[in-house]
């Protein structure tokens, strides 16, 4: 059909509105990126806009000068790998009979499950449960109590419902396969797009988490990345303050300045890392998954 006056109108007003949100969405991360390249006195007089300028790493230098950032990093990669993998398996193990039409009272589970989304203990009883449990100071505190997102449950049980038809399952049940076979052999294959979608998530989670190890975790050699980094920043903040109004001012403004863009950096770049290889099955998967309730 011959696109009309309107269609083509239409479509210039479409891609005028996504060019702006992409730089709105694109324009701060190259910003940071170079401005933690930056000189942190080019930086604070504003002069950096798209590309470095004066060169400089003080902030990296900084930043990895602290000896425990390495082990820091060990431990956030451990966290973010088992826990995501225990957020996976019990996503899984919860959402798949809740999409099975012949799993009498999914309903009901369904039910108090989306209950637990409205109400919680608390952190105080939380940590009481914690400790009793002989969690405190351990990596477990970081990954039992958040083993299952009530949202993820709904959004990966909602794709199979609508992605694996039940048609394929009782063929495989028929073939001779058991809950599980079918499970691991025929849905699980064809639910890469939301397991991508889930790793994600429980990935980013795990990786910036830090207000749970700050409450768990009393052992240094046991603390993720994210607390030593937040432990340099407030460092530098702390410093600036107390800092004499001289020379030196100046010259732990413009550290605290260059070492705050070096940590987003030095935080997020795994993240941002990971993204492509997910990236194909993202949008697939939350849009499959997010159909219907």
């Not at 451990?78 to 809740?98: E, F, Q, R």
């Not at 919680?120 to 990954?143: C, D, E, H, R």
């Not at 691991?184 to 990786?207: D, E, T």
Request: one cysteine or more.
């Amino acid at each position: 059909m011959k696109e009309t006056w309107g269609d083509r109108t239409t479509l210039a007003v479409i891609y005028g509105l996504l060019s702006l949100i992409l730089v709105a969405v694109l324009y701060p991360l190259v910003f940071v990126v170079s401005a933690s390249f930056s000189d942190p006195a080019a930086v604070m007089r504003g002069e950096v806009w798209l590309l470095p300028k004066d060169l400089s790493l003080i902030g990296y230098e900084r930043v990895f000068a602290n000896k425990e950032i390495l082990s820091g990093y060990i431990n956030t990669i451990i966290y973010t790998v088992v826990g995501t993998a225990v957020n996976l398996a019990m996503t899984i193990a919860a959402a798949y009979p809740l999409s099975r039409k012949d799993f009498m009272g999914r309903n009901v589970i369904t039910a108090f499950i989306v209950f637990t989304m409205f109400f919680s203990g608390g952190l105080i009883p939380t940590y009481l449960l914690v400790k009793k449990l002989g969690m405190i100071n351990s990596m477990w505190a970081l990954i039992i109590p958040g083993a299952v997102s009530v949202m993820n449950i709904i959004i990966m049980r909602t794709f199979f419902q609508a992605s694996v038809p039940t048609e394929v399952q009782e063929s495989a049940e028929m073939d001779g396969c058991t809950n599980i076979q079918t499970l691991v052999r025929i849905v699980l294959p064809l639910s890469m797009p939301i397991i991508a979608v889930m790793i994600l998530f429980y990935a980013v989670g795990h990786w910036n988490a830090y207000f749970n190890a700050l409450i768990y975790l009393s052992d240094r050699d046991k603390y993720p990345l994210q607390l030593f980094l937040r432990e340099i920043l407030i460092k530098s903040e702390m410093d600036q303050m107390t800092s004499s109004m001289d020379l030196s001012v100046q010259k732990h403004l413009m550290e605290a300045e260059a070492i705050k863009y070096a940590i987003v950096i030095v935080s997020n770049l795994p993240v941002l890392l990971l993204y492509p290889f997910l990236q194909k099955y993202f949008v697939k998967g939350m849009l499959i998954g997010a159909i219907k309730g």
